[in-house]
């Protein structure tokens, strides 16, 4: 059975950094994807990043783009996303998602597996 856990959330000042990880257990291909994505309330879900278990580029969104960078431990089964210089509309939950169908993507029907969620706010 696949479970994906995040954890790290919580209270951040604008300007500030935080941490997110995403933990996977359960069998899985040798190959696959780990995407973060966010939804803020009343919005719909956004794909922010995804990352390859083997290597090469991730992808990013423009919305953060050059402040926030993923990351991964295949040692661990940890897949992180550091958050830099946040803003107030970087708040809200933030998930982690699996893929196992050969590529990348921002999209959310794309992945099949999902953790429950962390809250992420930035505020002062």
């Known amino acids: 059975q696949m479970q994906l856990v995040e954890s790290g959330g919580g209270l951040v000042p604008p300007g500030g950094s935080l941490t997110l990880s995403c933990t996977i257990s359960?069998?899985?291909?040798?190959?696959?994807?780990i995407a973060w994505f966010r939804q803020a309330p009343g919005k719909e879900r956004e794909g922010i990043s995804w990352?390859?278990?083997?290597?090469?580029?991730?992808e990013y969104a423009d919305s953060v783009k050059g402040r926030f960078t993923i990351s991964r431990d295949n040692a661990k089964n940890i897949v992180y996303l550091q958050m830099d210089s946040v803003r107030p509309d970087d708040t809200g939950v933030y998930y982690c998602?699996?893929?196992?169908?050969?590529?990348?993507?921002?999209?959310?029907?794309?992945?099949?597996?999902w953790g429950q969620g962390t809250q992420v706010t930035v505020s002062s």
């Open positions: 990352i390859s278990s083997i290597g090469g580029d991730p």
């Open positions: 359960g069998s899985r291909k040798d190959i696959y994807y």
């Open positions: 998602a699996l893929s196992g169908r050969g590529w990348g993507s921002l999209l959310a029907y794309e992945y099949s597996y």
